[in-house]
Structures are given as structure tokens and as C-alpha cells.
């Protein structure tokens, strides 16, 4: 069965600190797909990022970044100087390729104060 | 390019009555997807349409149906609302499956009183 582990229910940063949300998954596919997604308050799931199993680099898109281990099963998300604009749920997802069904962790609220 | 648009924003409903939601994806997808996201409850996967079939289905009751038309947009319909079905219904688009990028709407939000 595949699994989405987001341990962190809600972080408070204040603006401009390193926030690093943690994703750790669990799946028997040797081919799965990884992502994260955004939610703010008006409620739409906004993509950012989608990783193959097969492709371990880490991407860096801005102030966002993206750390996918495959030997910890995990796929951590940490935003550099955090702006009370990042505040929001994000969710990790992981799809294998079979079914085509996105498995969410639980999402992790961000709250950044000025 | 326009993203997945969903219709309604907002509808409320009473026990017992049925709702019917639209989706309408991004233009060149042929797979759509529901999901529910119920208050404490998460994302949960409904439904999954590819070139007008269903190809996969979450562990909600048959109450719980949809389509896909010959232009790729979706209906999801709930008959016999129940209270607990109140929740935002998102609706997302892929080109085509196998891993590919799944976009989601803004979702529409149901209430049933």
C-alpha cells in the first residue's frame, strides 16, 4: 500500500527564517512520482514540483528547494526567506503509474508572520 | 492558457436532494479526477476519467457518480446528500496518465444542511 507521512501539522516562522516541510513516503513501486502542492485559503491545489523515482537530484527553483532520498524515503521542501505570501497547506503526493491516483500526506500548515 | 475551471463556487443543499458539480479541464488533457476534501479528513481520491471511461474509483458509495464527455469535461454527482458530504470537491486534469503533472481547480465548495 502506498503511504504519505507529513509529520508536522503547522509550523509558525517568521518572515524571512528557513522553513523545511518533511515528507516521507512509502511504496512497493520501483516507479513512482512525487510532488508537492499548495494550498492557500481560497482552497485550490496549486503545483510545484514533481520528481520520478528514478531522478534524485535535488531541484532549486527560487527561494523553494527540493531534497528526494530515496534510502529514507523522503521528499523534504524548504523555502528560503520565507514571506507571509508562503503561508499556506502544503501537501506532499505520491502516484505510482499503474492507477494514476495521487496518495496526499495530511499537508502541513504554514504560518508566517511578518 | 486556462487552467481547470469548476462549476459552482458554492452550492448548498439539503439532505436527501442531489448535487451535480462540472469540471472542465485544461485544454489537450483527456484524463480528469475528482478528489473530496472533507474538514479533518484530507485529500481523498473519488474518481479517475480517461477518454470518456472510468478507469479507477475511491472507496466512496455508488451514491457517488460521475461522467466524462466527448470534450474531456467531467460531472460529478451525489445523490442522497448526506450531512458529512459537505466538503470542497476539487476536481484535476493530466494529459493523458502514467505520471504526468496533475493540475487541480479551484474546487467547488458543498454544503448540505
Known amino acids: 500500500a502506498q503511504k504519505v507521512t507529513q509529520a508536522q501539522t503547522e509550523i509558525s516562522v517568521v518572515e524571512k527564517e528557513d522553513v523545511t516541510l518533511d515528507c516521507v513516503y512509502e511504496?512497493?513501486?520501483?516507479?513512482?512520482?512525487l510532488f508537492w502542492y499548495k494550498q492557500p485559503p481560497s482552497g485550490e491545489l496549486v503545483f510545484l514540483i514533481r520528481?520520478?523515482?528514478?531522478?534524485?537530484q535535488n531541484e532549486i527553483s527560487g527561494r523553494y528547494s527540493w531534497n528526494f532520498q530515496k534510502s529514507t524515503s523522503s521528499f523534504n521542501f524548504t523555502i528560503t526567506a520565507s514571506q507571509v505570501v508562503d503561508s499556506a497547506v502544503y501537501f506532499c503526493?505520491?502516484?505510482?503509474?499503474?492507477?494514476?491516483?495521487?496518495?496526499f500526506g495530511t499537508g502541513t500548515r504554514l504560518l508566517v508572520s511578518p | 492558457e486556462a487552467g481547470v475551471t469548476q462549476s459552482p463556487t458554492h452550492l448548498i443543499k439539503t439532505r436527501g436532494q442531489q448535487a451535480t458539480l462540472r469540471c472542465s479541464p485544461i485544454?489537450?488533457?483527456?484524463?480528469v479526477y475528482w478528489y473530496q476534501q472533507a474538514l479533518g479528513l484530507g485529500l481523498q481520491f473519488l474518481l479517475w476519467?480517461?477518454?470518456?471511461?472510468?478507469?479507477n474509483r475511491g472507496n466512496f458509495p455508488p451514491r457517488f457518480s460521475g461522467r466524462q464527455f466527448p470534450n474531456y469535461s467531467s460531472e460529478l454527482n451525489v445523490n442522497a446528500l448526506e450531512l458529512e458530504d459537505s466538503a470542497l470537491y476539487l476536481c484535476?486534469?493530466?494529459?493523458?496518465?502514467?505520471?504526468?503533472?496533475?493540475?487541480f481547480g479551484e474546487g467547488s465548495w458543498l454544503t448540505v444542511v
Open positions: 485544454s489537450g488533457h483527456t484524463s
Open positions: 520528481r520520478n523515482s528514478f531522478d534524485e
Open positions: 503526493a505520491l502516484a505510482n503509474t499503474g492507477f494514476q491516483k495521487l496518495v
Open positions: 511504496t512497493r513501486d520501483t516507479t513512482y512520482y
Open positions: 484535476a486534469s493530466s494529459r493523458g496518465f502514467g505520471g504526468n503533472t496533475i493540475y
Open positions: 476519467y480517461d477518454e470518456g471511461e472510468e478507469r
